[in-house]
């Protein structure tokens, strides 16, 4: 399969507090599609990111860390006039996250439509985009659109997980953005919030009251409690794993990899939910958007009661 949208470099603080009080961080990668193919080429599946970098350090650093992690960067391109994009993270009294982007006039921000390696991008069974992308720019989000319309025309599924950041939409309202591209999906993602906003409810039957004016065989909704998918044969459910949370950034991403990794060995919606659920958890438990993705290995024996230490 794959995917495509901006890869990042991420800023962790080595302590909490106001980021004018922090004396260091550390650099990781990031960035929700790139998270969802090393999740995915972790879990034994063959994926290919896409996407635009900065011709620099960080834009060269994540091209080799991908390849390391066996994810095919061959639709990646380089930008020499803009750089790669990079957020700090910043953890406040009593856990509260926030999270401060510099990616306007990023090297994806510039994406194009006419750029794509349209035939590398649909030559997967499965395409997977956010809401995101297009909410980096009015050129990307042109780029989705005219994407969405060639894989419905081709007959590649498409994954789309609406992923909002409110912070990139700048008084937009993301409903009249991501809404109409949410509908043209074959499986979609939601948090509860995001179900509110979108299908005017985050319980399975407003969802299925929704449903019929989109083109989604299969919509899933998750939140830190457990999640439900809603298809035409019911409703699905399954209740998350309880695990020690370290680093919640990342999570959903952990999720949509799992559950597409399930969709793609031909697993049932219940079964999908499942190893979803043990991906998310395995990647609370360590700091940073990707480091905690699991192996098959790891998911399955979190799957299966015996989360251990191998011997």
């Known amino acids: 399969m794959t995917t495509l949208g901006e890869a990042l470099v991420v800023m962790d603080p080595v302590s909490r507090g106001h980021l004018r009080h922090v004396g260091g961080f550390e650099k990781n990668l990031g960035g929700a599609e790139l998270n969802v193919a090393v999740g995915l080429s972790r879990l034994g599946h063959r994926v290919g990111w896409a996407g635009r970098l900065g011709d620099d350090e960080f834009g060269k650093e994540i091209l080799t860390f991908a390849r390391g992690e066996g994810v095919d960067v061959s639709g990646a391109a380089m930008d020499t006039e803009a750089p790669t994009g990079l957020y700090f993270k910043e953890w406040r009294a009593l856990g509260q996250l926030r999270v401060y982007y510099y990616r306007a006039g990023s090297a994806a921000s510039r994406m194009r439509f006419e750029d794509l390696d349209l035939e590398h991008l649909l030559s997967g069974e499965i395409l997977h985009l956010t809401g995101i992308t297009p909410a980096l720019s009015e050129g990307c989000h042109d780029l989705v659109?005219?994407?969405?319309?060639?894989?419905?025309?081709?007959?590649?599924?498409?994954?789309?997980?609406?992923?909002?950041?409110?912070?990139l939409f700048e008084g937009r309202d993301p409903r009249m953005v991501l809404g109409p591209l949410a509908a043209r999906a074959d499986l979609v993602f939601l948090s509860d919030e995001e179900a509110e906003l979108l299908f005017g409810g985050s319980d399975p039957a407003s969802i299925q009251e929704a449903m019929p004016g989109t083109r989604a065989g299969t919509v899933v909704v998750h939140g830190a409690a457990g999640a439900f998918a809603v298809e035409e044969g019911g409703v699905f459910e399954k209740a998350s794993y309880p695990v020690e949370v370290v680093d919640t950034v990342g999570a959903g991403d952990a999720f949509v990899a799992g559950f597409l990794s399930g969709r793609l060995r031909g697993w049932n919606a219940e079964e999908c939910l499942d190893m979803a659920n043990a991906c998310g958890a395995c990647a609370v438990t360590v700091p940073g958007d990707l480091k905690g993705l699991?192996?098959?290995?790891?998911?399955?024996?979190?799957?299966?009661?015996?989360p251990g230490v191998e011997r």
Not at 152 to 164: I, K, L, M, P, T
Not at 294 to 306: D, Q, V, W
């Open 294 to 306: 699991p192996t098959t290995e790891e998911a399955l024996a979190l799957m299966r009661g015996r």
């Open 145 to 167: 659109e005219r994407l969405l319309s060639a894989a419905n025309e081709r007959g590649v599924a498409v994954s789309f997980d609406v992923n909002v950041r409110w912070k």
